[in-house]
Nanobody, 126 residues
Framework: QVQLVESGGGSVQPGGSLRLSCAAS????????MGWFRQAPGKEREEVAR?????????????YADSVKGRFTISQDNSAKNMVYLQMNSLKYEDTATYYC??????????????WGQGTQVTVSS
């Protein structure tokens, strides 16, 4: 059974930075795709970013929600593929949410993720 464990959440002032980490375990093959979602109180869960291997070249393909483009960067451990990170810079009040690591194992990333972490809280407050 795949397990995803997030870390790195916390409280930060507006304009500050945080780096979230997600460690995957219990798998026998790499995920097709990994990503980060977030859910703020009273709002639906939304996708923040995702990363997967490029099909036509070396390297990765990344996608970001418009609200975080230019501020957040998703990356992955290139050797082991079992770690994914979310570097969050220039944080805003509206980035406050519970952040969830997600993975697509054995399924297309056209579908919703089939594995989720337990979530880590990010609070942006002065």
């Amino acid at each position: 059974q795949v397990q995803l464990v997030e870390s790195g959440g916390g409280s930060v002032q507006p304009g500050g930075s945080l780096r979230l980490s997600c460690a995957a375990s219990g798998y026998t093959y790499n995920a097709n795709c990994m990503g980060w979602f977030r859910q703020a109180p009273g709002k639906e869960r939304e996708e923040v970013a995702r990363i997967k291997e490029a099909s036509d070249r070396d390297g990765s393909v990344t996608n970001y929600a418009d609200s975080v483009k230019g501020r957040f960067t998703i990356s992955q451990d290139n050797s082991a593929k079992n770690m994914v990170y979310l570097q969050m810079n220039s944080l805003k009040y509206e980035d406050t949410a519970t952040y969830y690591c997600a993975a697509w194992y054995g399924i297309s990333d056209i579908s919703p993720p089939n594995y989720w972490g337990q979530g880590t809280q990010v609070t942006v407050s002065s």
